[in-house]
């Protein structure tokens, strides 16, 4: 896939699959020192690097602790011992191309998250893409779900709850036109503010 867009569209469909009722959509970028427990050995080193770190953190039915395992190393088994699916691999491939990698938690009943980091200024790390109308079409389809997405950088955060911006509505449904249009506008503006001028891709 061509965009992390794209990616956390898929992350986020699994979620609702496994039935959570509330999802966080989390992007960030941040120096070294905040992921270095994810690092291999030798990269503990590569301080001067910035890393784009994307996690869909949901409340859903969770996974087997070896169902879990399976399914970011879809190519170290055979396809009869799990469902067929590619969207956890391929977001682990394209983090790992960029010098990154994929760390995926769950819990039975409980939740879970997945987290792919990627190094910023890598050659072959994929930009952003549309997250704002991504955020739309996943509220659009599936507005009963707490969708929550926060930005950070160490310029500035950025949080849109859409439990909040109900509670504002009152009587108006969030898949009203204009609702939507306006969710697109205020994360686009999110993104700007957060990670322009710190993201090659944003403006
Ligand atoms: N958030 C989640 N909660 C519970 N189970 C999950 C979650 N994400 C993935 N899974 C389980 O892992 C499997 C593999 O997910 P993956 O996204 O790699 O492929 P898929 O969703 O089955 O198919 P594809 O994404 O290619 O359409 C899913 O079918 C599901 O059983
Ligand atoms: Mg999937």
Known sequence: MKEISLHLLDIAQ?????QASRIVIKIEVTSWNNIRDLLPAEDKKSEDTYWLVCEVIDNGRG??????????????TTRT??????????????????GGGLV????PMKGTTVKAYFQVNNIDRIPL??????????IL???DINWIIEFS?????????TQEVKKELGEIPIINDDVLDWIERTVCEG????????LDEVR
């Open 141 to 143: 389809g599936n507005p």
């Open 104 to 107: 995926l938690e769950s819990q």
């Open 63 to 76: 996974m087997d602790p070896d169902f879990a395992k399976q399914v970011t190393n879809p190519f170290a």
């Open 191 to 198: 993104i700007k503010v957060v990670f322009g001028g710190v």
């Open 153 to 161: 950088s160490f310029k500035d955060k950025f949080v849109l709850d």
């Open 129 to 138: 893409g549309d997250i704002a109308s991504t955020f739309k079409i996943l």
């Open 81 to 98: 011992t799990r469902d067929v699916g590619l969207g956890i691999p391929l977001l682990k491939l394209s983090a790992e191309m960029a």
């Open 14 to 18: 699994n979620s609702v699959a496994a």
